[in-house]
C-alpha cells in the first residue's frame, strides 16, 4: 500500500508544474492547460487526504472542481475566440491593451 | 494501490505535464494533458474514487479535450517559437521548484493524519456519493447546476459573433465565417475547415 | 501462482473478481484475451461478411460468394489483403501520433468488454459503476479518431475527424441521458444488476416499463448509431464526400483497425440497449444444470445483440445519408429535450409506482407488438413484388 504522503508529493510536483506553465508559456490556450494540470494536482490530494481520514468529502469537493474546471473552460475558451477575432493572436505578451 | 503501479502512474504523470508545458505545438500539448488527466483518473480509482475517476475520464477526456481542440483547429494555432522574456521565465522556473520543495517538504509530514476509515475503499461507490451530494452538499449542487447555467450563456455569449445587422462590417475582415441559421453554419464549417492548414510537421522543425 | 490456470481463469471469468489480487489479475488479464480472441474479434470480422450481404441482399445483388461456403471466409481473405498490403505513412502526416491513433481507437473497442455481461455468470468483472464505465471507455474514441484526423496532414482526413468527434460528443449526451431511465428503476449501475432487475419475459423488460422508457430505448438505439458513424450518420466518412474521412491516409493493418473498431462497437452498442432495456440474458429460470443455463443465457443474448445489429445494417442498406446540420438539429434540438423529458418523466413514475405498474407493461407491450406487426406486414408486402430468388434463397 502506498504511503498517502507519496500521492501529495505527486500532487505538489504536478502543481508546480502547471504554476511553470501558466509562467513560462505565452500562449493562452497552453496556460488553459496548465490551469486545468493544476487543477487536477489539487484533486489528487483532495482525494488522498480524502481517503486517509476516511471521509468522502474529498470526493465530492473533487465532482464539484470538475465541474467549475468545465465551466472555467467553455468559458476561458470562449474568451480566447473572442479575443482572437479582434486581435488575431493568442499570446499573452501581445495582448497589452489593459496593461498601463 | 501497490507502489509499482503508483510510481508508473507517477512517472506518466510528472512526464506527461512536462509534455504540456515543453512541447511547441498545441495540439501536442493538449495529447500530453490529455494523458496526464487519464492517468490521475486511474489513480483516482486506485484511491477508491471510482465513480469520480470515470466521471474525471468522461467530462475531460470526452468534452473539454475536444473543446481545447477545437478552438485549436478554429484559429489554426502553429507550432510557436521562444517568445517572451528569459528572466522572466528564470525567475518562473525557480519559484515554481521553490514551490514545489515547499509543498513537498509540508507534505512528507502528513503521517500524523492517519485516521484511516473503515470504509475506506468502498466510499467511492455512486451511492454513497450520490447521497452526500444530495443531503450535506444540496446547496453547493444546486449552485453548480447554476454555475453551469451561466458558464454555459457565458460562453456562448462571448464565442458568438455580433448580429450580422450590427457588425456587418467588423465581422467583414474576419475569416472566421459564422452565420445564423444552421445551414449556412455548416456550410461555413467546411469551408473554414479547408482554410486550415494545419501543418504537424511544422512542430518539429 | 498457486493455483493452476484453468482454476484462475475459471474463478476469474465465473465468480466475483476482486480487484486487488495480484495472481487473479493474471488470470483475469488470461480471461479477457479468451473473451477478446473468441467473441470480439470474430465478431468484428465476421460481421464484415454478414453486412456486405445483407446490404446485397437489400439492394438485389449477391454480394461476396466466392471465399468459402457462401463467401463466410470472405473476412479472412480481407484481413490476409490488408496485412499484406504495404503500411504507408505519409511523408507530411505527423508520425508517431499517426501510428498511435489505431491503437486508441482499437484500444476504447477493447475495454468494453470487460463489463459485458454475457451470462449471469460469465463476466469479467461486474463493477458496480459498469455502465459508467462503458461510457467513459467509449468517450476514449473521440481522442483516437481526432488524433487521427489530424495528423494525417490531409483535409479530408480533417475534415471528418472534427465531424466524427462533433458527432460523438453531441450524442454521448442523449444516449447518457437515455441511460438515466433504466439506472432509475434499478437504482444501480452494475450491469448485471441491471439485467438481475428485469425478468425474461417480454413484457417485463424495461422498455415497456413505462412510456418515457420506450422513448428512451429508441433514442438510446438512435445515438449510438451516430456514435458509431453508421448510415444515416456517417458523415466523417461519407466516401462521396471525404474519400474515407479519417481514415483516408491509413493503410494496411492500421486501416483494418479502424474498421474492426466501428463494427466491434456496433457489438458494443446493441449490447448496452439490451442490457438496459431488452431483458439483457433473461431466461426462465430452471436449477439442474448451471452450465446449460448459462449457456442458453449466452445465446440468448447474443440473439438479441445480432437482431439489433442486424436492425442496424438495414438501416445502414435503406436510409439516406443526412445532412450535418440535420443531425446536429436532431440531437440538440430533440433528443436532448426528449431525453430529459423522460428522465425526470420516469422519476415521477418511479415515485408513484415503485413496483411499476402491470397494465402500463402490457399496454406498451401490446403498442409495440402492433407496431413490429404492422412493419412486418409492410415488410411482406413489399417482399411479393420483389425478385423472390434473392429473398427465398439466402445460399446463391
Known amino acids: 500500500m502506498t504511503p498517502i504522503s507519496y500521492f501529495l508529493v505527486l500532487s505538489a510536483l504536478l502543481f508546480a508544474i502547471g504554476v511553470l506553465g501558466v509562467l513560462i508559456r505565452r500562449n493562452v490556450i497552453v496556460m488553459l492547460m496548465s490551469i486545468e494540470l493544476m487543477l487536477n494536482a489539487v484533486n489528487l490530494a483532495f482525494i488522498a487526504l480524502g481517503r486517509q481520514v476516511g471521509s468522502i468529502d474529498g470526493q465530492v469537493i473533487v465532482f464539484f472542481v470538475i465541474t467549475v474546471a468545465a465551466a472555467e473552460a467553455a468559458v476561458g475558451l470562449g474568451i480566447v475566440i473572442a479575443v482572437f477575432r479582434n486581435r488575431a493572436t493568442v499570446n499573452a505578451d501581445e495582448l497589452n491593451l489593459l496593461r498601463w | ?205 | 501462482m498457486n493455483n493452476s490456470l484453468v482454476t484462475l481463469i475459471g474463478r476469474a471469468m465465473f465468480g466475483p473478481a476482486p480487484l486487488d489480487h495480484t495472481d487473479q489479475a493474471a488470470a483475469i488479464a488470461v480471461a479477457c484475451a479468451v473473451v477478446l480472441f473468441a467473441i470480439a474479434v470474430p465478431f468484428a470480422s465476421i460481421v464484415t461478411w454478414v453486412e456486405r450481404r445483407v446490404w446485397a441482399r437489400i439492394q438485389s445483388r449477391v454480394g461476396p460468394n466466392r471465399v468459402g461456403p457462401n463467401g463466410f471466409l470472405q473476412w479472412l481473405a480481407d484481413g490476409v489483403k490488408h496485412v499484406c498490403k504495404e503500411d504507408v505513412i505519409p511523408e507530411e502526416a505527423d508520425a508517431p501520433l499517426f501510428k498511435l491513433a489505431p491503437y486508441l481507437v482499437v484500444l476504447a473497442f477493447i475495454l468494453p468488454w470487460a463489463v459485458m455481461p454475457f451470462s449471469s455468470m460469465l463476466i469479467l468483472a461486474d463493477l458496480n459503476i459498469g455502465i459508467l464505465y462503458m461510457t467513459a471507455i467509449t468517450a476514449l474514441t473521440v481522442v483516437g479518431v481526432l488524433m487521427a484526423g489530424w495528423s494525417s496532414n490531409n483535409k479530408w482526413s480533417l475534415i471528418g475527424g472534427i465531424r466524427s468527434a462533433a458527432q460523438i460528443i453531441s450524442y454521448e449526451i442523449p444516449a447518457g441521458l437515455s441511460i438515466f431511465p433504466a439506472v432509475l428503476m434499478t437504482g444501480t449501475l452494475s450491469m448485471q444488476g441491471l439485467i438481475r432487475a428485469q425478468k425474461w419475459e417480454p413484457y417485463h423488460w424495461f422498455i415497456f416499463a413505462n412510456p418515457f422508457c420506450f422513448v428512451a430505448a429508441i433514442i438510446l438505439f438512435v445515438s449510438t448509431l451516430a456514435e458509431n458513424n453508421r448510415t444515416p450518420f456517417d458523415l466523417p466518412e461519407a466516401e462521396s464526400e471525404l474519400v474515407a474521412g479519417f481514415a483516408t491516409e491509413y493503410s494496411s493493418m492500421r486501416y483494418l483497425f479502424f474498421f474492426m473498431a466501428e463494427w466491434g462497437n456496433m457489438f458494443i452498442a446493441a449490447a448496452i440497449l439490451v442490457t438496459l432495456y431488452l431483458g439483457g440474458w433473461q431466461i426462465p429460470r430452471f436449477n439442474w444444470s448451471p452450465a446449460l443455463m448459462n449457456l442458453l443465457q449466452f445465446i440468448c443474448f447474443l440473439v438479441k445483440v445480432l437482431v439489433l445489429v442486424f436492425v442496424s445494417m438495414w438501416i445502414r442498406g435503406t436510409l439516406p445519408r443526412v445532412r450535418i446540420d440535420q443531425m446536429m438539429s436532431i440531437c440538440w434540438k430533440y433528443f436532448v429535450p426528449i431525453g430529459f423529458i423522460n428522465m425526470i418523466g420516469t422519476a415521477i413514475w418511479v415515485a408513484f409506482f415503485p413496483h411499476g405498474s402491470r397494465l402500463m407493461e402490457m399496454a406498451m407491450f401490446a403498442l409495440a407488438l402492433a407496431i413490429v406487426a404492422a412493419f412486418a406486414w409492410r415488410v411482406a408486402y413489399f417482399t411479393r413484388r420483389s425478385r423472390m430468388e434473392l429473398y427465398f434463397h439466402p445460399t446463391i
Request: charged content about 10%; some cysteine; glycine content about 10%.
Open chain 2, 1 to 205: 494501490m501497490s507502489l509499482g503501479l503508483f510510481f508508473f502512474l507517477a512517472v506518466l504523470a510528472a512526464l506527461s505535464a512536462l509534455g504540456v508545458i515543453a512541447q511547441r505545438n498545441p495540439v501536442h500539448c493538449l495529447l500530453a494533458l490529455a494523458v496526464n488527466l487519464l492517468d490521475i483518473g486511474v489513480m483516482f480509482v486506485g484511491l477508491g474514487a471510482v465513480t469520480v475517476g470515470f466521471l474525471q475520464i468522461i467530462i475531460y477526456v470526452g468534452a473539454i479535450m475536444v473543446l481545447f481542440l477545437f478552438v485549436i483547429w478554429l484559429l489554426n494555432l502553429q507550432a510557436e517559437g521562444f517568445s517572451g522574456y528569459l528572466g522572466l521565465k528564470l525567475f518562473g522556473a525557480i519559484g515554481a521548484a521553490a514551490l514545489a520543495a515547499e509543498f513537498a517538504t509540508l507534505f512528507l509530514h502528513t503521517s500524523r493524519i492517519s485516521t484511516p476509515g473503515a470504509s475506506a475503499l468502498t466510499q467511492g461507490t455512486i451511492t454513497t456519493l450520490g447521497r452526500h451530494l444530495f443531503s450535506d452538499y444540496l446547496v453547493a449542487f444546486e449552485i453548480t447546476s447554476l454555475l453551469l447555467l451561466a458558464a454555459v450563456v457565458g460562453a456562448i455569449g462571448l464565442a458568438r459573433r455580433p448580429p450580422l445587422s450590427a457588425g456587418l462590417s467588423a465581422a467583414a475582415g474576419s475569416d472566421l465565417a459564422t452565420a445564423e441559421s444552421p445551414r449556412q453554419m455548416s456550410r461555413s464549417m467546411s469551408v473554414s475547415a479547408e482554410q486550415q492548414t494545419t501543418t504537424p510537421r511544422a512542430g518539429s522543425a
